[in-house]
């Protein structure tokens, strides 16, 4: 069984089915990159996994190191070690960086972090993502510019120390350096703890950057293509006009599948705080 099982995966948003069937396993040391048209299920197939309540499961199984995902609580399944860095990072006023990082990895302790070793571990990662020092006393992504979200969604990532991660387009909005300051932490996350990944992009050059080892194509709700790396450069190169006359599949933009409205709560990309924490 792989540490990820997702079998006959149907999610609808609002009443409407976006993943009609989807299959897809992921193992540790496993990078997969997740393409396809705007509107075709990337971000409902992340949000489903992590448990985002507007995307309601109708018919299917998510099976994470041999426990039922679909019977996990949002914090439930962050304490298992999934973690989703979102496409758009919510701000969160009055509540600062360290503590939000804080309660949430205290929550999947046994024994609170002792305060010091939580410092140096933040202090530790802002540097490695070269953002302000001031970060940890910031509130929750408020005044962020677009690649600041970004790469504090890596941060966040970087201290949970998920065993899985999602990422949703986590390079949009970073320039040519940040965009290589975050690959280079997710490679050595992923390396350093064997974790594996599920990373949606519409960027050959971000896929470059962190080596995929499988890649997939999502169309209407299924993925139809699979592979390795050289499907990543076959749909930079060719787009997907192919895949319609190889597969007798039609491939188009649909109007985006997420809900318009925020609705991420906390729990999303951490844990959810409990009294005392």
Not at 98 to 123: C, G, H, Q, T, V
Not at 150 to 160: D, F, P, T
Not at 240 to 262: F, L, Q, R
């Amino acid at each position: 069984m792989a540490q990820l099982e997702i079998r006959n995966l149907h999610v609808e948003v609002e009443g409407k089915e976006i993943l009609k069937g989807l299959n897809l396993d992921v193992d540790p040391n496993e990078v997969h990159a997740l393409m396809g048209p705007n509107g075709n299920g990337k971000s409902t197939l992340l949000a489903a996994i992590m448990g985002n309540p507007k995307f309601t499961v109708t018919q299917g199984s998510i099976t994470f190191e041999g426990k039922n995902v679909l019977e996990m609580s949002v914090d439930e399944r962050s304490r298992a070690g999934l973690f989703l860095g979102m496409q758009y990072p919510q701000e969160v006023a009055g509540v600062t960086n360290s503590d939000f990082m804080r309660a949430a990895i205290n929550a999947r302790l046994d024994k609170p972090m002792p305060l010091f070793k939580f410092i140096k571990e933040m202090e530790s990662t802002i540097k490695e993502l070269q953002m302000k020092p001031d970060l940890a006393h910031r509130f929750l992504n408020e005044g962020f510019s677009g690649g600041e979200k970004k790469r504090n969604e890596i941060v966040q990532m970087k201290l949970l120390k998920p065993t899985l991660a999602m990422l949703d387009e986590i390079d949009s909005g970073l320039d040519v350096d940040a965009l290589k300051i975050v690959a280079e932490a997710i490679v050595n996350m992923q390396k350093e703890r064997s974790m594996g990944l599920i990373v949606v992009s519409h960027y050959e050059r971000f896929y470059q950057l962190i080596q995929p080892t499988h890649a997939h194509v999502l169309v209407d709700g299924k993925i139809v293509v699979s592979g390795d790396a050289s499907l990543v450069k076959r749909i930079d190169s060719e787009g997907y006009d192919w895949i319609e006359k190889e597969y007798g599949v039609k491939v188009e933009e649909i109007s985006d599948e997420k809900p318009k409205t925020a609705v991420f709560s906390l729990g999303s990309c951490a844990a959810s705080t409990k009294k005392g924490a």
